[in-house]
């Protein structure tokens, strides 16, 4: 029997408020189990502006990892104060159009809302009422969205999102319209290193498993885009790896910035690098001093371009000894 843990704490009291729609309560757990199944609620508080026409269909829709397989697995109700009771939400199907897009609720919601950080395969998924309601201008009411998935059976860490809007207004350019929730979220107890999925791509350390003490291999794929853009490296004849590492407790660091033989990283395939190291000897640290953290970025032989996270700091990963 599947497992559901119910959270009851509340995350966020009016933490958002979209014009006249409102988050009053979001109860959802950051990390839980692998293969667990969980409840999140979103209590929210509507009000129909006099002036625009009425809004009955509700849409509530997912950003989740596509190996969930959150159109199989996930099931949506909603409660409301009209006193109507648990009403159930049925999958989206490519008939039912986006109205600002006339495309599928997917395409829709990925084009305009993203992917909110996440660079390993997610998916929205949307689910639309089957109920209409009759509310009109000036009404007024609350109600709380409840979404019930099972997590998968992999370590990760990801930004999950959830939409709540309705077939009229679809994904609109004015944020009043819908809300919108982003949710930090690990899965744990899985026998495999933990997959990132808020890391870009272009750059990974391999083994999967390490620590700062090992010999590693740090890859760089100049092949991968970053939101629909081509790394600026792509194309180039060299590239080097500037690297900073911390230790005796982040107290002192050590930084390797020169562009030359040590830093030069080895052509693995069209537009990908790698370069392997001993971070004790590439950094000059003793043995037997640990290595806290490493961070590193990527430059061309004059250093005019930089390659580093979209935030403008440093790749750094956290030791995985799973």
């Known amino acids: 029997m599947k497992r559901y843990y119910r959270y009851l704490t509340i995350a966020a009291l009016a933490a958002i408020v979209a014009g006249c729609m409102e988050f009053l309560a979001i109860n959802h757990p950051e990390t839980v189990p692998v293969n667990t199944g969980v409840d999140a609620t979103f209590d929210v508080k509507i009000e129909v502006n006099k002036d625009i026409d009425i809004r009955t269909t509700p849409v509530v829709a997912i950003l989740a990892p596509t190996a969930w397989k959150m159109a ?22 490519g008939t039912d159009q986006e109205p600002k897009t006339k495309g599928p609720w997917s395409a829709a919601l990925k084009s ?4 909110k950080g996440n660079y390993e395969p997610v998916e929205w998924v949307a689910f639309i009422a089957t109920t209409d309601h009759n509310w009109g201008p000036n ?17 990760l860490k ?14 609109h350019d004015d944020a009043q319209y819908y809300l ?17 999925y808020t890391l870009p791509k272009m750059c990974s350390i391999s083994p999967e498993a390490f620590t700062w003490e090992d010999i590693v291999a740090i890859k760089y794929d100049a092949t991968i885009q970053v939101d629909g853009v081509d790394s600026p490296l792509k194309g180039a004849d060299k590239v080097y790896l500037m690297a900073r590492a911390s230790y005796n407790g982040e107290t002192q660091e050590a930084v390797v910035d020169e562009v030359g033989a040590k830093t030069l990283m080895t052509k693995n395939g069209k537009d ?7 971070p004790h000897e590439f950094f000059g640290v003793p043995a037997g001093v640990k ?16 390659v580093k996270m979209p935030d403008g700091e440093e790749f750094s990963f956290p030791e995985n000894d799973k």
């Open 72 to 93: 199989e697995n996930a099931v949506v109700t909603y409660t409301t104060s009209d006193g109507s009771g648990t009403k159930e939400m049925r999958l989206a199907v």
């Open 112 to 115: 305009r809302l993203g992917l």
């Open 139 to 155: 009404d007024q009411f609350t109600g709380t969205v409840t979404v019930r998935f099972t997590t998968g059976s992999e370590n």
């Open 158 to 171: 990801t930004n999950l999102a959830y939409f709540i809007g309705n077939t009229q207004d679809g994904v």
């Open 180 to 196: 919108l929730h982003e949710q930090p979220f690990e899965t744990t107890g899985g026998s495999n290193a933990t997959i990132d």
């Open 272 to 278: 990908k690098w790698m370069l392997y190291l001993y």
């Open 291 to 306: 290595i806290d953290k490493v961070s590193f970025y990527m430059v061309n032989a004059d250093k005019s371009i930089e």
